[in-house]
């Protein structure tokens, strides 16, 4: 990995944070000012590709990074676009799936967080 791409991937591993490009590239630049935004996306799309992040598509709203590669499920704030991992107790989709063959699945529950309900 380049020095850029590792610093890039250490952000996301450091967190739960489900951060989107912008605020990944603003935390690289304080690490590494010289870096340009679109070495950021290049990179993000590289890590995505070769499986080591995830990449969550919203609605209406930038992608964001996941460093949990497993499918699993979300929560996401109506007001401020906050991402959440829900846990999900094992097992739980199996009975809706068995007859399926599905291989793999991307659920979001939309709900106001805990810093909007306040
Ligand atoms: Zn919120
Ligand atoms: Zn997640």
């Known amino acids: 990995m380049t020095r850029q ?5 250490n952000i996301i591993q450091a967190a739960p944070e489900h951060r989107t490009a912008e605020e990944i590239y603003d935390l690289a630049r304080a690490e590494m000012p010289s870096l340009a935004r679109g070495t950021v996306y290049r990179n993000l799309g590289v890590l ?3 499986r080591r992040i995830r990449k969550l598509e919203m609605a209406d709203a930038p992608a964001r990074y996941d460093r949990e590669r497993r499918p699993h499920p979300h929560l996401v704030c109506e007001r401020c676009g906050k991402v959440e991992d829900l846990v999900m107790p094992e ?3 199996d009975p809706l799936t068995a007859d399926l063959s599905v291989t793999g699945y991307d659920l979001k529950l939309y709900h106001l967080c805990s810093d909007c309900r306040g």
């Open 5 to 9: 791409r590792q610093l890039i991937y």
């Open 48 to 50: 995505v590709r070769d």
């Open 91 to 93: 097992g739980l989709l």
